[in-house]
């Protein structure tokens, strides 16, 4: 070090950026790092890359293994539907062949009573099974993509 007329310490100069060293007189960056500390970062960064892609991979089978298990529900409700309707539908007609046989005005009255009081009955019978049905097919839908949230919280949360 150079000393100044006072008796004090000169500070050092400082190196000039050149064409041939243009980082002169900047610090040694931080980031720098031997090969093998670059390469072992490469090597993670390439490791969590492939985690990721997996993960990813593994979500879109999730997604693919939900719609197929909602799609199968959607169907067998459809048929519940379409099999109650078909029962109320044939309830109907027995009851209208059953009313051209009446003999009186308070048969007629009774027969339309028992089919309008049998169908409110199995309307919230079947109500409720196919609100049931619907729960059921709404978490049976959702568990591959819970199980993803899940593993992905597993996974990528013990990181942060």
Do not use: C
């Amino acid at each position: 070090m150079a000393m100044k007329k006072n008796g004090t310490a000169a500070p050092e100069a400082a190196e000039t950026a050149t064409p041939t060293n243009p980082m002169a007189g900047f610090a040694k960056a931080p980031f720098v790092k031997t090969p093998a500390e670059f390469k072992a970062n490469m090597e993670k960064a390439m490791k969590s890359a492939e985690e990721f892609l997996s993960f990813g991979q593994g979500n879109v089978e999730a997604m693919v293994k939900s719609g197929q298990i909602w799609a199968a529900g959607v169907q067998d409700i459809g048929k519940a539907v379409a099999a109650n309707a078909q029962a109320q539908i044939d309830a109907t007609v027995a009851t209208i062949k059953a009313l051209t046989a009446v003999k009186s005005l308070k048969e007629a009255v009774d027969l339309q009573a028992a089919l309008a009081r049998s169908s409110v009955e199995k309307a919230v019978a079947e109500t409720g099974k196919l609100t049931d049905a619907s729960l059921k097919l709404a978490e049976q839908t959702m568990a591959p993509i819970a199980a993803r949230v899940t593993l992905g919280g597993e996974k990528f949360g013990r990181a942060a």
